[in-house]
């Protein structure tokens, strides 16, 4: 018994430890846009943009998304190809990095929104720029942001070293003139990445589930019940709890969960009961279980056997 109080101990540290790192998250290419503009002979407007985005912001802040150059799109052919060759030199990609406050992303509430300073620089074809830029950033959910220019950046082509690059597209197309300066919009819009609540292997979860005691589980259930019942498919203010060891999050039929919680990919093994049992909010955020959790580690340990019993 000792031995499996320990592995209890063991994965409860796993699941607070899990807890305490922040979001990492994933650019959603399809959603997001990068775009520019240009004038020419003074009079004419056009805006390109990138379609080939990728990117990441890493849970300390670090952001950085790859712009695929060759993906450019004017909406002229041979145009996209003289841009690449003559003013991006074929280089394959640029690079953006900047430095974003995660902290103040984090505490925003889905719908709210903020305006934050961003430091970072572009780099094009061996060419740094360091920029800073106003960005607007919304949650659009729990596990979505958008991340906007607040304004316009505007970029100078003698700054990012392709002046000799817009020459040469002046003498191609026979321009008087083509903008020195370029307005840059950018659109991204991030997804949170699952949380790594990997399933503990079934034998240790059999042995942490043993360390609690049932009878005693079924006492503390008793908090649970105003919300779930064990019998399949009755659903309460919470969902049937029948089957949940083993099980994969939101599987009761019929049931609406959150997004968060649909999402989460967990399975609910011993330890991740734990974890989330421990601090409901904390491990979920976003799940809509209205219960504050468990704070003695021998109720969390107890309830897991009495559902470990009944499933
Ligand atoms: C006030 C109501 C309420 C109480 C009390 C409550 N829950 Fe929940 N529980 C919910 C709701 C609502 C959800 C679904 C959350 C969502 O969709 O975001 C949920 C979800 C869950 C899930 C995930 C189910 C699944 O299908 O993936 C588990 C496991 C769970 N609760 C266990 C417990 C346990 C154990 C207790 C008692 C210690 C408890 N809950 C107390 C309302 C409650």
Redesign the pocket.
């Known amino acids: 018994m000792y031995k499996l109080k320990n592995l209890m101990t063991a994965a409860l540290f796993a699941a607070l430890g899990s807890m305490a790192t922040a979001d990492s998250w994933t650019l959603n290419a399809d959603a997001s846009r990068i775009a520019f503009g240009s004038v020419k002979k003074d009079t004419v407007g056009e805006v390109h943009s990138f379609e080939g985005l990728s990117g990441t912001v890493g849970a300390d802040g670090a952001a950085e998304i790859e712009i695929d150059l060759s993906s450019v799109e004017t909406l002229i052919d041979i145009r996209n190809e003289r841009m690449v060759e003559h003013v991006f030199k074929n280089a394959p990609k640029a690079m953006l990095n900047a430095q974003i406050d995660m902290a103040e992303v984090s505490a925003l509430a889905v719908g709210a929104s903020t305006v934050v300073d961003a430091t970072g620089n572009v780099e094009l074809a061996g060419n740094v720029l360091e920029l800073d830029a106003e960005l607007f950033v919304l949650r659009v959910s729990e596990s979505q942001v958008l991340v906007s220019t607040n304004d316009m950046i505007m970029l100078s082509i003698a700054d990012m070293g392709l002046t000799a690059g817009i020459d040469k597209l002046m003498e191609l197309a026979k321009l008087p003139s083509i903008t020195r300066v370029s307005p840059v919009t950018l659109r991204l819009v991030f997804d949170m990445d699952e949380k790594k609540a990997e399933a503990a292997p079934a034998a240790a979860t059999t042995e942490v589930a043993l360390a609690g005691d049932p009878t005693a589980g079924k006492k503390?259930?008793r908090?649970?019940?105003?919300?779930?019942s064990l019998k399949e498919g009755k659903n309460?203010?919470?969902?049937?709890?029948h089957g949940?060891m083993g099980?994969?999050?939101?599987?009761?039929d019929g049931?609406?969960?959150?997004k968060?919680?649909?999402d989460s990919g967990?399975t609910?093994t011993a330890e991740t009961?734990a974890g989330?049992?421990a601090d409901?909010k904390g491990y979920?955020p976003?799940?809509?279980?209205?219960?504050r959790?468990?704070r003695k580690g021998a109720?969390?340990e107890n309830?897991?056997a009495y559902?470990a019993e009944e499933s």
């Open positions: 503390v259930f908090k649970c019940k105003a919300c779930h309460g203010a919470g969902p049937s709890l949940i099980a994969a999050v939101a599987q009761a049931f609406r969960y959150s968060a919680m649909a967990v609910w009961l989330y049992l409901p979920m976003g799940n809509k279980m209205a219960f959790g468990l109720d969390i309830v897991i559902l």
